[in-house]
Each structure stands twice: as C-alpha cells, then as structure tokens.
C-alpha cells in the first residue's frame, strides 16, 4: 500500500489549499482514509475521514464547516478542500488508509490506521 500526498505550501489567513492523497495497493472502494495533523511539539490529531465504499464522511469540531474530504475513484485520490485557514491549522498533514472494521467512534484516532503517506506541510501565516 501506498499513500502520497500533495498540495501543501503556504498561504495567508484566510486562503485556501486543497490536499491530495493518492492511494495504491490495495483495493480503493473498500478503504477507510482520514487526514491527520501534526504540529510541532503537538501529537498528531485527526481531522477529516471518510468511507470510501459509503461516501460517509467525519470531521473534528476544529475544522467542521472550513474543511471538506472528498475522494475520486478513477483517480483514487482523497481530497481535503481547506478554506478560511487559519495560522492554528499551520502542521504537517498525512493522510492514512486502513481497510476492515473500524470503530466509528475511533474513526479520527491514530490507532484505527495502519498505512500512513510521508506528509506535506501547510503554513498559514
């Protein structure tokens, strides 16, 4: 399995970015992909997932309303659309994969994910 993510870079308050995560290896409908941050000196904390077979979707109350993850089959790729950004949401972002039973109330927690991307940074200054 591997996930490669892009679209990072730094943008002023108020702007925009959209992450891309590419997912290949194993079978793409049937996933579970989230986006997690990290910010320096901070754990890695969740922010975004979604139920590829399901369209069903999770986001943390930080980012609800600004962030939208999305994905495109023909290209299995998960997006994370990120607007009105804010200097707090400056991190390193990964997106992570797993595949079988996820506990729902979990779904935004490192521990539910086994395949992880390398990251790529956002700055919001």
């Known amino acids: 399995v591997q996930l490669v993510e892009s679209g990072g870079g730094s943008v002023q308050a108020g702007g925009s970015l959209r992450l891309s995560c590419e997912v290949t290896g194993r079978t793409y409908s049937t996933a579970v992909v989230a986006w997690f941050r990290q910010a320096p000196g901070k754990e890695r904390e969740g922010v975004a997932a979604?139920?590829?077979?399901?369209?069903?979707?999770y986001y943390d109350d930080s980012v609800k309303g600004r962030f939208t993850i999305s994905h495109d089959n023909a290209k299995t790729t998960v997006y994370l659309q990120m607007n009105s950004l804010k200097p707090d949401d400056t991190a390193m972002y990964y997106c992570?994969?797993?595949?079988?039973?996820?506990?729902?109330?979990?779904?935004?927690?490192?521990?539910?994910?086994?395949?992880w991307g390398q990251g790529t940074q956002v700055t919001v200054s």
């Open positions: 992570a994969a797993t595949w079988g039973s996820v506990n729902v109330e979990m779904i935004l927690s490192t521990s539910e994910y086994q395949y």
């Open positions: 979604i139920y590829i077979g399901g369209q069903i979707t």
